[in-house]
């Protein structure tokens, strides 16, 4: 873009610098001489809908302005917003901690990112980084939450139902076993034959 709109420039730091300030990026140059849309109108969407909808509804709202708005500064916005993104995660963490007085922090910040990044996950495959935001950190159950976020959940129901019927009565035995322990919370070793005869444990792990 900025090729377009700079008149013979000399090298990449030139194309950077506008009335004689070197901008940090190309995005900021481009912003700088007005070639991008700023995030007014965003920000003052997400502040209307801060004063009337729940920090869900918020985050899903955020989540789709990042997704189809194309926001030129997602961090600021979420800088801007994060308390009122998080306040429903702050109010039950002062529950469990019977402790009214306890402040935004970086915990709690961090599992208002992880369920941001869980709706990017699930409507376009696309995570924190791709917007610039920090990167959340996640333990083994919340890595485990990402999974099933990446999961086609209609596509796979669709080819059980289409399968099912077609598994032998033994086939169908193991299938039901299986489903049963997940179902349940269950963690069992389970022993498969391959092919060729012989014998492997398959640990399952549920979670």
Same mark, same amino acid.
């Given at each position: 873009?900025?090729?377009?709109?700079? &008149?013979?420039?000399? $090298? #990449?730091?030139?194309?950077?610098?506008?009335?004689?300030?070197?901008?940090?990026?190309?995005?900021?140059? %481009? &912003?700088? &001489?007005?070639?991008?849309?700023?995030?007014?109108?965003?920000?003052?969407?997400? &502040?209307?809908?801060?004063?009337?909808?729940?920090?869900?509804? *918020?985050?899903?709202?955020?989540?789709?302005?990042? *997704?189809? %708005?194309?926001? $030129?500064?997602?961090?600021?916005?979420?800088?801007? #917003?994060?308390?009122?993104?998080?306040?429903?995660? !702050?109010?039950?963490?002062?529950?469990?901690?019977?402790?009214?007085?306890?402040?935004?922090?970086?915990?709690?910040?961090?599992?208002?990112?992880?369920?941001?990044?869980?709706?990017?996950?699930?409507?376009?495959?696309?995570?924190?980084?791709? #917007?610039?935001?920090?990167? $959340?950190? !996640?333990?083994?159950?919340?890595?485990?939450?990402?999974?099933?976020?990446?999961?086609?959940?209609?596509?796979?129901?669709?080819?059980?139902?289409?399968?099912?019927?077609?598994?032998?009565?033994?086939?169908?035995?193991?299938?039901?076993?299986?489903?049963?322990?997940?179902?349940?919370?269950?963690?069992?070793?389970?022993?498969?034959?391959?092919?060729?005869?012989?014998?492997?444990? %398959?640990?399952?792990?549920? %979670?």
């Amino acid at each position: 873009m900025l090729l377009h709109h700079v &008149r013979g420039p000399t $090298s #990449f730091q030139y194309l950077k610098t506008v009335d004689g300030v070197l901008k940090e990026t190309y995005q900021a140059a %481009c &912003r700088a &001489r007005g070639l991008l849309e700023n995030d007014d109108h965003w920000e003052n969407t997400l &502040r209307e809908a801060s004063l009337s909808q729940c920090p869900l509804q *918020l985050r899903e709202l955020f989540v789709v302005i990042l *997704l189809f %708005c194309q926001p $030129s500064e997602p961090l600021k916005l979420w800088n801007i #917003f994060k308390d009122d993104l998080c306040e429903d995660i !702050r109010h039950r963490i002062r529950q469990q901690n019977q402790d009214i007085t306890l402040p935004y922090n970086e915990d709690i910040y961090n599992e208002g990112l992880i369920q941001i990044e869980n709706k990017l996950l699930q409507l376009n495959d696309k995570s924190l980084s791709d #917007f610039g935001l920090p990167s $959340s950190v !996640r333990t083994e159950s919340n890595a485990a939450e990402t999974m099933t976020h990446r999961y086609d959940t209609n596509n796979l129901t669709a080819f059980v139902n289409e399968n099912l019927p077609k598994l032998v009565p033994d086939q169908r035995h193991a299938f039901e076993t299986i489903v049963d322990s997940v179902i349940h919370d269950k963690s069992f070793l389970f022993g498969c034959t391959w092919w060729n005869g012989k014998d492997v444990s %398959c640990k399952f792990d549920t %979670c």
